[in-house]
């Protein structure tokens, strides 16, 4: 298994609904989870970052880590169509060399 | 400048030729790290440096990867002998911070051999 994994996608989702991107994550990496979002030719952004079990909220996105199960989550409520980027789930592992998985593109329909 | 800078934009190399990627730090930023990425990947760990100090180069593929931060700013990424396989972007991020994920990215040295 990879440390980090994600579904590459695409997912597609209508303009206003809810898109749920999902990564799961060995026991190679640390525990504490960022988001980033990456638009087509352009450099990746930091948007959500998460170091403990349970829910984090800021704005439309909220963050989701379940350790038991080992995945992380990332849910954007009322997508909208400039939404529509790659996202990059990443963690570090024993130190400070973060990890980052293949990214899930998504597209949000007008 | 407030972002992380990073040049050349573009590069097109004849396969043999050497290549320097330049990286401009956001001012005081104490980690630097270098990531390449292939098209529709995410981006891969190439070289870290804390200050001038290069703690880790595990990732780079090869003894024709070399990096620097000899004064703990700027940083350059040189290639010898480049190979088509090293056609990829190159993203340097920095952080004002050690052992954190919050990183912050330069637009890339999109890098093509021919």
């Known amino acids: 298994q990879k440390e980090v994994e994600q579904n590459s996608g695409p997912l597609s989702v209508p303009e206003g609904a809810i898109a749920s991107l999902n990564c799961t994550y060995s026991?190679?990496?640390?525990?504490?989870f960022f988001w980033y979002r990456q638009y087509s030719g352009k450099s990746p952004e930091l948007i959500m970052s998460?170091?403990?079990?349970g829910d984090k909220e800021d704005g439309r996105f909220t963050a989701q880590l379940n350790k038991a199960s080992q995945y992380v989550s990332l849910l954007i409520r009322d997508s909208q169509p400039s939404d529509s980027a790659t996202y990059l789930c990443?963690?570090?592992?024993?130190?400070?060399?973060?990890?980052f998985g293949s990214g899930t593109r998504l597209l949000v329909r007008p | 400048g407030a972002g992380v800078s990073q040049s050349p934009r573009y590069k097109v190399a004849k396969r043999g030729q050497d290549v320097a990627l330049r990286c401009d730090p956001i001012?005081?930023?104490?980690?630097l790290f270098w990531y390449q990425q292939a098209l529709g990947q995410g981006p891969e760990f190439l070289t870290y440096?804390?200050?001038?100090?290069?703690?880790?180069k595990s990732g780079l593929p090869s003894d024709r990867f070399f990096a620097e931060r000899p004064e703990g700013s700027v940083s350059t990424l040189k290639i010898q002998r480049t190979q088509q396989e090293d056609s990829a972007v190159y993203l340097c991020?920095?952080?004002?911070?050690?052992?954190?994920?919050?990183?912050?990215f330069g637009e890339g040295s999109r890098l093509t051999v021919l």
């Open positions: 026991d190679r990496v640390s525990q504490s």
């Open positions: 998460i170091y403990s079990n």
């Open positions: 001012s005081g930023h104490v980690s």
């Open positions: 440096f804390q200050n001038e100090a290069q703690l880790d």
């Open positions: 991020a920095s952080s004002p911070y050690s052992n954190t994920g919050e990183l912050f």
């Open positions: 990443a963690a570090p592992d024993s130190s400070y060399k973060l990890i």
